[in-house]
T-cell receptor, first 114, second 112 residues
């Protein structure tokens, strides 16, 4: 079974702090993703990565950056956290990018920025 | 802008009934279609996926795909209170190397 582990379940940070959200997968998947989920807005893609050191912007990359130094680990970075980044953040991985390759999600990190 | 549309609900059905969840998508070139279930406060979990026109059955779940109408649905037979959740439809893009696009989800409530 694919296991995607997010380092924190709940996180509270102050405005202006630099925030790191970590995600690790154990199935040697090539592709990893960061989504945020907000009521009424659904799941929105922030960034994804299809290989080590490779990244692609999703629909809402502003205010975020990512790092993928190792295949199993994908980090989301909030350079200067703001209150509008309060959200549920979901990491996912997939074997292939695109056809017939489902996403496997981690348990999520609920981030509150005060 | 590629879109995936779902009725937000809530869809309310009695226990034992068939629940029908619908999804339409804008990108005619989409190839694969996924249904996820998400309980409140939890992350989405895959129920099933479909890529050929017609029906695909897995236990009490049936996915139906009609590419000509750009429509995919999920039927849940013998609905149980434990099926109460939000159901997300996800569609892949028409090009290799694109990420899934999710609908906003339909909330299902099964009453006992």
């Amino acid at each position: 079974d694919v296991k995607v582990t997010q380092s924190s379940r709940y996180l509270v940070k102050r405005t202006g702090e630099k925030v790191f959200l970590e995600c690790v997968q154990d199935m040697d998947h090539e592709n990893m993703f960061w989504y945020r989920q907000d009521p009424g807005l659904g799941l929105r893609l922030i960034y994804f990565s299809y290989d080590v050191k490779m990244k692609e912007k999703g629909d809402i990359p502003e205010g975020y950056s990512v790092s993928r130094e190792k295949k199993e680990r994908f980090s989301l970075i909030l350079e200067s956290a703001s209150t509008n980044q309060t959200s549920m953040y979901l990491c996912a991985s997939s074997l292939f990018l695109g056809y017939n390759s489902p996403l496997h999600f981690g348990n999520g990190t609920r981030l509150t920025v005060t | 802008q590629k879109e995936v549309e779902q009725n937000s609900g809530p869809l309310s059905v009695p226990e034992g009934a068939i629940a029908s969840l619908n999804c339409t998508y804008s990108d005619r070139g989409s190839q694969s279609f996924f249904w996820y279930r998400q309980y409140s406060g939890k992350s989405p979990e895959l129920i099933m996926f479909i890529y050929s026109n017609g029906d695909k059955e897995d236990g009490r779940f049936t996915a139906q795909l009609n590419k000509a109408s750009q429509y995919v649905s999920l039927l849940i037979r013998d609905s149980q209170p434990s099926d109460s959740a939000t159901y997300l439809c996800a569609v892949n893009g028409d090009q290799a190397g694109t990420a899934l696009i999710f609908g906003k989800g339909t909330t299902l409530s099964v009453s006992s």
